[in-house]
Nanobody, 126 residues
Framework: QVQLVESGGGLVQPGDSLRLSCVIS????????VAWFRRAPGKEREFVAA????????YYEDSVKGRFTISRDNAKNTVYLQMNNLKPEDTAEYYC???????????????????WGPGTRVTVSS
């Protein structure tokens, strides 16, 4: 049974940074492509960032490019999302997800990911 658990969310001010973590248990992280999605209050879930299984290809939603960085530590079976220069519009519940069969055309598609964490809340407010 694969399980994902996110952590690192919180209440921060605009311009601050946060690093989200997602620990995967039950399977070697090297078997998976990984991604972060988010759902803002009253909105649909949206893609944030993804990284292919090899770790050499990363993808970002346009609004977070240059501010967010997805990475992984396979030895720790952990995925990270470093978020810098946070803005109020980044306020959302953040979810990590993994896929063992991801193809390039589906990187931004939630349904392409088979396992999800319960989420961690990020609130950006002054």
């Amino acid at each position: 049974q694969v399980q994902l658990v996110e952590s690192g969310g919180g209440l921060v001010q605009p311009g601050d940074s946060l690093r989200l973590s997602c620990v995967i248990s039950g399977r070697d992280l090297r078997s998976y492509a990984v991604a972060w999605f988010r759902r803002a209050p009253g909105k649909e879930r949206e893609f944030v960032a993804a990284q292919r299984r090899s770790g050499t290809n990363t993808y970002y939603e346009d609004s977070v490019k240059g501010r967010f960085t997805i990475s992984r530590d396979n030895a720790k079976n952990t995925v990270y999302l470093q978020m810098n220069n946070l803005k109020p519009e980044d306020t959302a519940e953040y979810y990590c997800a993994v896929s063992s069969t991801l193809i390039l055309s589906q990187v931004r598609v939630p349904g392409a990911y088979g396992y999800w964490g319960p989420g961690t809340r990020v609130t950006v407010s002054s």
